[in-house]
């Protein structure tokens, strides 16, 4: 089945670093979506990105659609601590949401 | 606005034991999902519905029953618990149209189920 790579699986980082992660796929899809979860609570959409080659930001947060469509990156810049959290990927394909294993962020004291 | 609201926080099952995840939705949303997640992996898709009455088999649907009288609520059946079950049990629901693939979900707060 489809499946969607998503690095790095956790990132320790300093506060005001900006971030970056990543997710491919073999497939391409028509959307790709990103999401937060933090602890406790269920994800919430951050972006969405429906066309390839697209550039979309959401304040400090900016994701792009891979211009392949089997990739997408989101960067964070200037991270402060209420960035902590698991951020996931998804990639929408033939109506299927297929999900990435997520990236843990944590924020060094 | 409540959005999707998921009962029980947290449960402690023994093997073989029964019981129902409770999620319903106030924002009149079509679709409806259930997901379980375990840790270090991404959501896997066990059951989704499209509207009352129609329901449909995700990625992992083995051990669970689902059903959806209304459009408000969907809930999620475990009829022999076994320790494979133990997860995070999330709900979701999104008002987009076209198969399972709704992008803008809302989720639950989650159900913690462990079966011991």
């Known amino acids: 089945g489809q499946q969607l790579n998503q690095s790095p699986q956790s990132m320790f980082i300093q506060e005001g670093e900006d971030v970056s992660m990543n997710c491919t796929s073999s497939?391409?899809?028509?959307?790709w979506l990103w999401y937060k979860q933090e602890p406790g609570e269920g994800p919430v959409l951050l972006i969405a990105?429906?066309?390839a080659g697209e550039l979309t930001s959401n304040g400090r947060l900016t994701a792009q659609f891979g211009i392949t469509r089997k990739d997408s990156f989101l960067n964070i810049s200037a991270s402060i601590p209420s960035d902590v959290g698991i951020y996931f990927c998804a990639g929408q394909s033939n109506y299927q949401l297929i999900w990435g294993a997520g990236t843990k962020l944590i924020i060094k004291p | 606005n409540a959005g999707v609201t998921q009962t029980p926080k947290f449960r402690i099952l023994k093997i073989g034991q029964s019981m129902t995840l409770q999620c319903t939705q106030d924002?009149?949303?079509?679709?409806m999902y259930w997901y379980r997640q375990d840790p270090g992996m991404g959501l896997k898709l066990i059951y989704y519905?499209?509207?009352?009455?129609?329901?449909d088999k995700g990625e992992v649907p083995n051990g669970y029953n689902v059903s959806r009288s209304t459009t408000e609520d969907f809930p999620l059946r475990l009829e022999l618990a076994a320790p494979s079950q133990t997860s995070v049990y999330f709900c979701?629901?999104?008002?987009?149209?076209?198969?399972?693939?709704?992008?803008?979900?809302?989720f639950g707060s989650g159900t913690q189920l462990s079966v011991l």
């Open positions: 519905s499209v509207g009352a009455g129609i329901t």
């Open positions: 990105l429906y066309k």
């Open positions: 924002m009149n949303h079509n679709y």
């Open positions: 497939s391409i899809f028509n959307t």
């Open positions: 979701a629901s999104s008002y987009s149209t076209g198969g399972t693939g709704g992008e803008k979900l809302f």
